[in-house]
């Protein structure tokens, strides 16, 4: 007989049927009572098995964490709690799972035991509601660029270059630690390496995206990228997936634009397709907010959330005006700021964008035209010389999830920029040959997208929107 899954007879009614079902055991009770999860929801069916029937060997087996098969009929329940349960006729215990060891026990976990079991916690509600998420939101990554005319570009993992200046790098080399050999000058000789120079793990694809964009039109990358700065919060990760759109012919406007539409159709696509994890997921958010100082909860609960970002404009607020509010802020005049806003060309902290998003605005913000001197090179440049066409999307308990700009197209002002900051020409011959040939205006953005997981599900710390994070001293699994 067909393998059904808990999803499918949860939703049948095919009643006194026989059915096969697979999965973990979750809790058994009153020797008589198996909720089985298989990962297919975050609904347990209930098994019912004859105490008279089953063996004592098998209901010393029937343990939490182990893997069984279940045969039997589809009746509709008489419990409370479900509506259909199966009535056991044939179980089979597939792998055991012993009680005394099996970490994973029916009873709350903290979030920091979970991390050092990553391998096990998306067997429990919390973890498999998130990856399911995690799973939907990336599906409709696609499904939104491939509906609206953008190719998937695979930008390399592994660059030559180190010039976008977006973080601090991991190197890549086949070089033994201490066999490296030595050139002239006593410096590591990178010729005689794999690929016959320096290299490294990428921080962004967007240089390579941005040559795309230029023959494509409209192109998208999703993928991993690194960051190897020793960053120990709860919005960092060394290893994280980004999402980069990058469109010829785009000006910042149509950028801004393109973020809020991206943003609000994922959302929407997950609160219409994930309905039973997200209401999960908001119990468990509301609960532990209950668990808060009045003073530092949530006004909203997390499908509030989400339905407001899916149906509020964000709000487009230039840094100018940002550092004006900031300036004459309660927190800044009262010094309760780490970093006091004194002037214009103060780069922004979380807190400075949080106060923003949370206190000032109460709803998404776009910042735009930064500061030159904070902002990266390929930034366009605006007519008052000193700030750029940048853009930032902030958003409520996350601060930055979007990063991005209008690029500078004109080559004598990219080359002005490049060499003010000492970046060697060389080193981007082949960017700087897309503003030789057929240069244009066009503009991107890179969203995290575990900032976005995490802010969809409602969890405080990144580590436990990825599978298996990589952070600081933390590379386990
Ligand atoms: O603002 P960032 O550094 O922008 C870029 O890398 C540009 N090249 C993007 C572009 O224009 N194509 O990073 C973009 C986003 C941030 O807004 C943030 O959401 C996320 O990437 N991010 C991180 N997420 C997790 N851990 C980290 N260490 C992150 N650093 C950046
Ligand atoms: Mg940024």
Known sequence: MTRSSVLELLQSDRFLQEVTVKGWVRTFRSNRFIALNDGSTINNIQCVIDFESTTQETLKRINTGAAIAVKGTLVESQGKGQSVEIQVTELEILGDSNPDEYPIQPKKH???????????RVRTNTFSAVMRVRSALSFAVHRYFQENGFYYVNTPIITGSDAEGAGEMFKVTSFEAN????????????KQDFFGKETNLTVSGQLEAETY???????????PTFRAENSNTTRHLAEFWMIEPEVAFNDLDANMDLSEDFIRYVLNYVLVNCKEDLDFLDQRLTQEEKSKPQAQRSEMSLLEKLNF?????FKRVSYTEAIDILRNSKPNKKKKFQFPINEWGADLQSEHERYLVEKHFKCPVILFDYPATIKAFYMRLNEDGKTVRAMDVLFPGIGEI?????????LDVLKEKMAALDIDEKELWWYLDTRKFGT?????????????????????????????PRTPQNAEF
Do not use: C, W
């Open 110 to 120: 903290s979030l920091e035991f979970l991390r050092e079991n990553a391998h096990l």
């Open 179 to 190: 066999k490296a050999p030595i050139d002239e000058a006593g410096k590591i000789d990178y």
């Open 213 to 223: 964009a230029m023959a494509l039109g409209k192109v998208y990358t999703f993928g």
């Open 309 to 313: 970002v899916v149906n509020n404009n």
């Open 402 to 410: 979007v990063g991005g700009s209008q690029r500078e197209e004109r």
């Open 440 to 468: 244009a205006v066009h503009a991107g953005f890179g969203l995290g997208f575990e900032r976005l997981v995490q802010f969809t599900t409602g969890m405080g710390n990144i580590r436990d929107v990825i599978p298996f």
